[in-house]
């Protein structure tokens, strides 16, 4: 199947600081990426569908100055956790649309963030 | 978005055959029904999508009932390392090449020696 990879698959940051991460789909070109975070033993929760070439939406709630989202080519998008504080410490994870499918989303191994 | 409800958690053992029912109610005509399975620390992957009927793979089934008000997942003759979580989820066909995605809750599954 379609590989969506994430990196990198852990960062320990200290507070303040900002914090990329990239999702690359490898082997297909995805117009759309979504952004999900999730925090232990809970549900992934959407936070922004990635636009090739335009800005990110973002869920309600989501802070769009704190998840900076950009999408410059088809097969990248980068979330960058800007000021990071410990409360944003949790596991991202990126997904990617595969064209022509009726909706199967291939995701990304995940990246976890520790903000010390 | 169609909402989905699932149970919180299974218990099963080795060899078994596990069904988890997933209620989507308010599913639309376009919608897929599509299963994931995560274990700890990783991204979800694909197990199987369906429409309506019965659709099977390599590693499970999926019924879906004419009203598609419901689906169930079968995993036959689980094993150890099918212990993770698995999520129900519905939503519109291809639209432009994507497809949001909301995630429930879940199952949590665990398979006993």
């Known amino acids: 199947g379609a590989v969506v990879s994430q990196h990198p698959s852990r960062v320990i940051c200290k507070s303040g600081t900002s914090v990329k991460i990239e999702c690359r789909s490898l082997d297909f070109q995805a117009t759309t990426m979504f952004w999900y975070r999730q925090f232990p033993k809970k549900s992934l929760m959407l936070m922004a569908t990635s636009n090739e070439g335009s800005k990110a939406t973002y869920e309600q709630g989501v802070e769009k100055d704190k998840f900076l989202i950009n999408h410059a080519s088809l097969t990248l998008s980068t979330l960058t956790v800007t000021s990071a504080h410990p409360e944003d410490s949790s596991f991202y994870i990126c997904?990617?649309?595969?064209?022509?499918?009726?909706?199967?989303?291939?995701f990304g191994e995940g990246s976890r963030l520790t903000v010390l | 978005l169609a909402k989905t409800t699932q149970p919180i958690s299974m218990d099963s053992y080795e060899g078994q055959e596990v069904n988890i029912t997933c209620s989507h109610n308010n599913i639309a005509t376009n919608d897929y029904i599509t299963w994931y399975q995560q274990f700890p620390s990783q991204g979800p992957r694909f197990i199987i999508q369906g429409y309506k009927t019965k659709v099977t793979n390599e590693v499970a089934s999926l019924f879906i009932p004419a009203d598609r008000k419901s689906s169930t997942l079968s995993l036959p003759r689980v094993s150890l390392s099918d212990t993770a979580v698995y999520y129900c989820?519905?939503?519109?066909?291809?639209?432009?090449?994507?497809?949001?995605?909301?995630f429930g809750a879940g199952t949590r599954l665990a398979v006993h020696p």
């Open positions: 997904s990617a649309s595969y064209p022509g499918g009726p909706g199967e989303l291939f």
């Open positions: 989820l519905v939503g519109d066909g291809v639209s432009g090449g994507y497809n949001k995605l909301i």
